[in-house]
């Protein structure tokens, strides 16, 4: 399976999950949607031409985390925005203010690799280790 630094995608029988890593919770849920992204699009075709805002309530971190990206797969779909870029701007347990910046999605230009259905909250923990965040998201395919 591929990976980076931030993320790596792991293979699950019917869904398939990404490891996502950062040194702070702003960047966990940061590198988590561009897993997420990785999964489905062709990041190198994305442009960072346009900025997105979202604003989000949850009732934990975890709730927080797959409402997150849940909304950066629903600005795909619904609204055919592709995000590159996640800048995380205020985060705490029940509190989430993001930007993204990407593109308009172009069949012509964008290759969509992977059809996501869901984020679950199947094994879902947001880890601290060694100073470090981790967490393991499943998409549902």
Known sequence: ??????FRIVGTT????????????QKLFAHAAEG????????DQIEKIEKRVIKLLGSDIENLMV?????VLYFF????FLGKEFKILTLDEN???AEITGETYKREKHLIKT???????HQLALKQQKGKWK??????L
């Open 1 to 6: 399976m591929k990976s980076n630094k931030n």
């Open 14 to 25: 019917a869904d398939i999950a990404v490891v996502a890593y950062g040194e702070s919770l």
């Open 36 to 43: 997420l992204i990785f999964v489905f699009a062709e990041p």
């Open 67 to 71: 409402k997150w990206l849940n909304e």
């Open 77 to 80: 779909e619904v609204k055919e």
């Open 95 to 97: 509190h989430l203010h």
């Open 115 to 121: 059809e996501i259905k869901a984020v679950t909250y």
């Open 135 to 140: 967490t393991k998201i499943i998409f549902d």
